[in-house]
């Protein structure tokens, strides 16, 4: 029995299919090679996936319990052209908003030339003030960047949110690759796909070159809250890929404005801190005094420039959703081009006429609270309740700095495996973009996510989301280290234990 | 980082995973001897015999309750709150494991986990079928561990650490259960299923002169050089690695506690005449027990606790 592709009823975007059984392009060897798989074997492929994800201890600890992210086995492709489109877009996004935080914890300039009121952004949730003064030695305070996009009815992709504080994710996007062609070798097999495990070595480069200029041979260390974050996955699998130390708060202590961690030869200097800790628990001196997984004294030494903490202290006011709404004046106005990514179309609640016109008709909104992240609070009009609309009214007209208002976007739907059939889901993209302060890289890919729920829009790993592989194919050269082996060479290659290394995980609490 | 030492925290867990599996290996060697010696021996006081096993474990009794082969079970197998237990040893081991993931090998870690997530299974199975199943399950995943510690991870520091755990559970443990002999030689396990229950049974058969054989099997496990369980031989390990990890070059050292109570422990026993073996256990075996404490203690001082008081003062000052 061949695999049975479910109709797109759903209006959207359809990534795979132009039309019923047309498949794009891009698409038409994987196509082919899908339907030549027989259901049951796709099947125990599936749960070959996903053992191996649960015994490797690839998870995310939801209502604290650990659960795997679940992979689909359908890969998303994206062409040569659309991604190098959608690179260009990220980078010259990500300079912006970089330009902006150095603006706002600077200068400022952006608000005599009245391109945002200065009340916009002070009344962010996630203004530090005591962020302002602390320099980036690089002038880098976006060492990483998640920009979520999705594509729309029309097939043309916009940015639903920025992430510029702790984005999470592309440990899966690194796993997933890694599972895939373990499992999937003979997919690869007429494609050039963009490898994914190079991202490590480009973050770690760019840290290391966010260190204070004194120093001429960085301690670079990953700062995590501990084993039960969400993202803990995430923050070994990047530790022990980048080589450097994975540290929790009670390993770090700083003296006289320098970081130390304590060993058991003592305690050793530390000069860059990728920090997977919010900015309200990261310095008890500075935030939340309760706070037992941050450092004391952190803010001050890197006010003090002798430690660089990477993603930079109040990132959060570049993605708060109401500041996103401006963003596309940031590039125009900072860097003199057109954005060449849309944002969804957004109503600013702060002004009290769109204030009124959208109360009026909440349920033709999607209503989303400023400072939320990973899918918390938002309120899809359209499949709302009455109950909910009315409590989502009054939350509004009580704060309406908190809120912003979109268009509902029927998000683009991909095929993906449900239970015997291939059937469409909604998918958005989270692409991640490494700022090492002279160019702006983003990883070819990124992490596709699909709600598996039929007609689910809200794509989140805590909403019962899973994941799907994203291929950048490569038309003209191959790339430099293809993860694809030669036709020739024998599938037992990839299935090798030894290959096997590391885990990975989704966005949970953190963004 | 070995020239620069490690994580304090890290080395902790890795000293841990060390005794965590220990433990949970030498608690299913001695629960198995146990359980076969009341199966053998149906006059065997199984009350007693219970009390006995906990006693061992360093686990409380108590005395108005009826021990029963399966409630003490519950205790010293199946739970996995109490460290002291085979189950709460593995939880310990995966525990610690989580958190210094990104220092051990994938492969270590994959075996704890999978070791973890099996569990409850077997723990169901063994409910039907027996202890057995279980005890077996858990000495392969340890001798499994152990294997790909073996041949996965780095001589470096964190090595040291774990071996180090592993060596003071061991002496731990070996004590525990010669002092069971001692004391409760009535229900514990004659000296032969003593030396099964330190997989020593072999290694003793080929080594020993046959006459006065407990004796003989007390002298064994505690002065044996070249078994990797004995007492001494682990003291040396353990002694081996306190040195690997605070190499000195000074010509006079300045003191280290964990190697003075090696020191101290090892001399008693190299001066034993292992003719009168027996006779000297009851001095003996307190004093390892002991020594297990005070090198622990030295350890965590000198190598997981490096408390210094906040500077307040300077903070903020620019």
Redesign the interface.
């Known amino acids: 029995m061949a695999v049975i592709f479910a109709d797109d009823l759903s209006g959207a975007w359809n990534e795979m299919f132009e039309a019923p059984s047309r498949p794009r392009a891009i698409y038409k060897g994987f196509f082919d090679e899908l339907q030549r798989i027989p259901v049951p074997e796709l099947r125990s492929r599936a749960e070959q996936l996903s053992r191996t994800f649960l015994d490797r201890g690839v998870t995310f600890a939801h209502e604290g319990e650990d659960r795997p992210f679940p992979l689909d086995l359908v890969p998303r492709l994206i062409d040569a052209a659309e991604w190098d489109h959608l690179s260009r877009g990220i980078s010259q996004r990500v300079r912006a908003l970089e330009a902006f935080l150095g603006d706002v914890y600077g200068p400022g300039a952006i608000f005599a030339d009245r391109v945002i009121p200065r009340a916009v952004v002070t009344s962010s949730p996630h203004f530090c003030r005591p962020a302002m003064g602390v320099t980036p030695a690089n002038g880098v305070r976006i060492a990483v960047a998640g920009i979520d996009l999705i594509r729309d009815e029309r097939g043309a992709f916009c940015v639903l949110e920025d992430n510029v504080r702790i984005p999470s994710g592309v440990s899966y996007v690194i796993e997933n690759r890694r599972a895939m062609t373990q499992t999937f070798a003979s997919l690869f097999a007429d494609h050039r796909v963009h490898p994914v495990d190079v991202y490590p070595a480009r973050l770690l480069a760019a840290l290391r070159a966010s260190a204070p200029p004194a120093v001429a041979d960085p301690v670079v260390v990953v700062l995590s809250p501990g084993v039960h974050n969400a993202a803990y996955f995430e923050h070994v699998l990047l530790a022990r890929m980048m080589g450097i130390e994975l540290v929790e708060g009670r390993d770090l202590v700083c003296r006289s404005n320098r970081v130390f961690m304590r060993t058991t030869h003592g305690e050793h200097p530390v000069h860059v801190i990728y920090r997977r800790v919010d900015d309200d628990w990261l310095d008890p001196l500075q935030f939340r005094p309760e706070s037992v997984i941050g450092v004391a004294g952190l803010v001050n030494a890197a006010r003090a420039g002798h430690v660089s903490i990477a993603n930079g202290l109040g990132n959060g006011v570049a993605d708060d959703k109401l500041v996103y709404t401006y963003v596309p004046d940031f590039i125009r106005y900072y860097l003199r081009e057109e954005p060449l990514l849309d944002n969804v179309e957004t109503y600013r609640l702060d002004d009290p006429d769109v204030l009124a016109d959208v109360v009026s008709h909440l349920g033709d909104f999607v209503i989303k609270p400023v400072d939320g992240s990973g899918g918390k609070g938002i309120v899809i009009g359209p499949q709302a309740s009455e109950e909910l609309l009315l409590a989502t009214r009054d939350a509004v007209l009580r704060a309406p700095r908190n809120w912003i208002a979109q268009r509902p976007v029927a998000l683009s739907t991909h095929p993906t495996l449900i239970d015997d059939t291939i059937a469409p889901r909604h998918i958005d993209l989270r692409p991640f973009a490494v700022n090492d302060g002279r160019d702006v890289w983003v990883l070819p890919g990124g992490l596709t996510r699909v709600a598996l729920g039929e007609g689910e829009l809200v794509v989140n790993s805590s909403k019962g989301g899973g994941s799907k592989d994203t291929w950048v194919i490569s038309d003209t050269v191959a790339p430099s280290h293809s993860e694809s082996p030669p036709p020739t060479q024998p599938v037992m290659a990839h299935l090798d234990p030894r290959r096997q290394s590391d885990e990975s995980l989704p966005h949970g609490s953190d963004q | ?1 070995s020239d ?6 890290l ?1 902790e867990s890795l000293y841990w995973i060390g005794r965590y599996i220990e433990r949970a290996d030498d608690t299913a060697r001695i629960v198995d001897s146990y359980v076969h010696r009341m199966v053998e021996d149906p006059l065997n006081n199984e009350d007693a015999a219970c009390r006995s096993l906990l006693s061992i474990l360093g686990l409380e009794v108590r005395e108005d309750e009826q021990r029963t082969v399966e409630n003490t079970l519950e205790v010293i197998v199946y739970d996995d709150e109490n460290p002291s237990a085979i189950s709460g040893a593995l939880r310990g081991a995966f ?1 610690n494991a ?2 210094s ?2 220092h051990i090998s ?1 492969e270590m ?2 075996c704890l ?2 070791t973890q ?1 099996r569990l409850p299974h077997t723990e169901m199975n063994a409910r039907q079928l027996g202890p057995a199943t279980y005890l077996q399950y858990v000495r392969e995943r340890a001798a499994l561990f152990t294997g790909l510690t073996e041949t996965t991870l780095s001589r470096d ?1 964190g090595w040291q650490f774990l071996m180090l755990g592993r060596s003071i559970e061991r002496i731990d443990m070996t004590a525990r259960l010669l002092t069971a002999r001692l004391v409760g030689a009535d229900h514990a396990p004659d000296w032969l299923a003593l030396l099964r229950a330190c997989g020593a049974m072999e290694a003793f058969l080929r080594s020993a002169r046959q006459e006065n054989q407990s004796n003989e099997i007390a002298a064994f496990l505690l002065l044996d050089r070249l078994f990797p369980r004995s007492i001494l031989s682990a003291l040396n390990t353990a002694d081996a690695c306190l040195v690997e ?1 605070h190499p000195s070059n000074e010509r006079i050292a300045s003191p280290d506690l964990a190697r003075q109570s090696l020191a101290r422990a090892r001399s008693r026993l190299e001066f034993i005449d292992p003719a009168n073996m027996i006779e000297q256990l009851p001095d003996l075996l307190p004093m390892i027990e002991e020594t297990c404490w005070q090198v622990n203690d030295a350890i965590s001082a000198k ?2 606790r ?1 408390v ?1 008081a ?2 307040w003062s ?3 000052a ?1």
């Open positions: 980082m620069r030492g490690m994580l304090s925290r080395a525990e989580r958190r993931r990104d994938s870690w994959v986990n999978t997530l520091d990890l190598f997981f490096h210094n906040v500077v300077s903070e903020g620019l």
